[in-house]
């Protein structure tokens, strides 16, 4: 292949595009990165507060995080890795439980003693004795949750759990995506979330290092204007110049995408009617911790949130001035009533909400609270969508895809970004060395 031959335009600087560069680059090719904005990351990026950088969304890994971890060794900073023992709290009917053990669900008194033994054997069930989830993704997890448990114990535990990740689109969500999701999480031991020393913007700086000095393209503020593909050439339009490539990934969400498509591309688009859920949180930096658990799930019309999530239970707070980030989050679609809410309305619902729920929370405290919303998230599964999940390639073009919309079953995090654009980049390799 000669120097044209190997040039790919990677679309988008959130780890999926910085990630999708890392494997063109192992695989001989020459990727440029175009990211939009002025800073890398994605939904993952940072925000500034009184020169410390903190994270816009609250993030964590996981210990079966395999392909993430995998990729912090191979850049050599896997020891930049903290991991700490986490837990999981649930504030119903003013009362706050832990929803970690088999002893906290006998404690759960928001349940009677018959549900809380259900709640238990469901449990087990899903987590321990069914190890294949795959005909759940024709079964709405809604019926299947409602068959698992009872209608009580759905109503009390698992509704507000579902909204909490799709809002008000839960009727539509497969069975598989809950199983996935729970099998991944929990896998029967403490739970143990990890974070690493100067956070995913250092990980994303990292990475966008390594890119460099192999010879790729990083480009910020590089919007990515129009994209066409005329057989093995592939045109994108940024900032009025058009450049040409042997190929392209894209990792933007798929309305951008759209957005952005043309020609016999557009036509070839999969996922026309695929919605996503976007997100809404205000990010209240305080001196004092609040919570004893890193997520709260919250029912309680005094909080207008649909839970709570303290990331400084795993960001050892000394690393960042000796603060605490708790996140007053609402998942929701632009357009609802949460997501459009004004900064100061929002502002002032976390400081009253946080007030009202914990007697020892003090305005006084806070340094800050930043409000931030992000359109596309999460995609909205629907049931059978492991048949409508998109192939790396679209079409017979030379754009390929690595984008959340491919995460299915599993949840959309930084570990399946990794793990799509290793797969993406192997079948585009495929094809273009064929
Ligand atoms: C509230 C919240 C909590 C989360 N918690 C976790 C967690 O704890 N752990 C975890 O692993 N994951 C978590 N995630 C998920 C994780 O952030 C995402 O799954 C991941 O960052 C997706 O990365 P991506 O690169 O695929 O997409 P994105 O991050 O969406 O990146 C797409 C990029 O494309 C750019 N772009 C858009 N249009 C164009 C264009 N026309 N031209 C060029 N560039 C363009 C965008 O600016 C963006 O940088 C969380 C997400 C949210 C919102």
Request: proline fraction near 4%; include cysteine.
């Amino acid at each position: 292949m000669n120097a044209a031959e190997k040039r790919v335009a990677v679309l988008g600087g959130g780890i999926g595009g910085l990630a999708s560069a890392h494997y063109l680059l192992n695989a001989g090719f020459t990727p440029v990165v175009f990211e939009a904005t002025d800073r890398l990351g994605g939904l993952a990026t940072w925000f500034d507060h009184r020169g410390v950088h903190l994270d816009r969304w609250y993030h964590v890994i996981l210990d079966t995080d395999a392909d993430l971890c995998g990729l912090l060794a191979e850049l050599g900073i896997g020891d930049r890795l903290v991991w700490r023992e986490t837990g999981m709290g649930f504030r119903l009917g003013g009362k706050l439980y832990g929803f970690n053990s088999p002893l906290d669900l006998l404690r759960f008194r928001a349940l009677s003693l018959a549900d809380r033994i259900r709640t238990g054997i469901g449990a087990a069930y899903i987590t321990k004795i069914k190890k294949n989830g795959l005909d759940l993704d024709a079964v709405y997890a809604c019926d299947w949750l409602r068959r698992v448990f009872g209608r009580r114990v759905f109503a009390r535990i698992w509704e507000p759990l579902l909204r909490a990740k799709f809002g008000d689109r839960i009727d539509t969500v497969p069975a598989y995506w809950v199983w996935n999701t729970l099998n991944r999480e929990k896998h029967g031991g403490q739970e143990v979330k990890g974070y690493l020393r100067g956070g995913y913007e250092g990980f994303a700086d990292t990475l966008r290092d390594a890119i460099v000095a192999r010879g790729g393209e990083v480009r910020l503020l590089s919007p990515v204007a129009a994209l066409e593909a005329n057989g093995a050439v592939v045109r994108a339009d940024v900032g009025g110049d058009n450049e040409t490539f042997a190929a392209a990934i894209s990792t933007l969400p798929m309305p951008r995408l759209r957005a952005i498509s043309r020609g016999a591309l557009a036509n070839e688009l999969p996922l026309a009617d695929l919605h996503y859920q976007g997100c809404m949180n205000a990010v209240v930096v305080s001196r004092r911790r609040l919570e004893r658990f890193y997520w709260t799930i919250v029912v309680d019309p005094a909080f207008p949130f649909q839970g709570i999530v303290e990331t400084t239970h795993v960001i050892p707070s000394e690393w960042i001035g000796d603060r605490h980030l708790i996140y007053c989050l609402n998942y929701c679609e632009p357009g609802s009533e949460p997501y459009e809410r004004s900064d100061e309305l929002v502002e002032r619902q976390a400081l009253d909400g946080l007030a009202a729920l914990y007697p020892g929370f003090r305005a006084a405290d806070v340094e800050d609270v930043y409000v931030f919303r992000a359109p596309h998230v999460e995609p909205v599964w629907t049931v059978g969508y492991l048949h409508e999940r998109p192939a790396p390639r679209i079409g017979t073009s030379r754009v390929y895809l690595s984008t959340t919309a491919q995460a299915y079953p599993r949840v959309t995090a930084w570990n399946t970004s990794i793990g799509l654009a290793r797969d993406t980049v192997a079948a585009l390799a495929r094809d273009l060395s064929s």
